[in-house]
């Protein structure tokens, strides 16, 4: 039981971090690359805190750990 709650976390992660550019960088949500990446781990801090609402992005950044947090900004943030 353990390890497949390891696994359901480690996927749920993974999902949201690989999926991060289908809304955002795909036309559905605003463009991430509008934001520094400093910027973007503050918003996916407040997501994942309850500070900020929102409908898939609470799950979601709780989902991810600060690492993941940390990489995908870098990734998807503005260069």
Do not use: R, W
């Not at 976390?9 to 400093?38: E, M, R």
């Not at 805190?49 to 600060?66: L, V």
Request: with cysteine; net charge positive; proline share 3%.
């Amino acid at each position: 039981m353990k390890k497949l709650l390891v696994l359901a976390v480690l996927s749920a992660s993974a999902f949201a971090y690989t999926n991060c550019a289908q809304c955002h960088n795909g036309g559905y949500q605003a463009k991430l690359d509008k934001y520094s990446p400093a910027e973007i781990v503050k918003m996916m801090h407040e997501y994942k805190s309850g500070k900020k609402a929102g409908t898939m992005m609470p799950g979601i950044a709780k989902s991810m750990t600060d690492a993941d947090i940390k990489d995908a900004a870098a990734k998807f943030g503005k260069k």
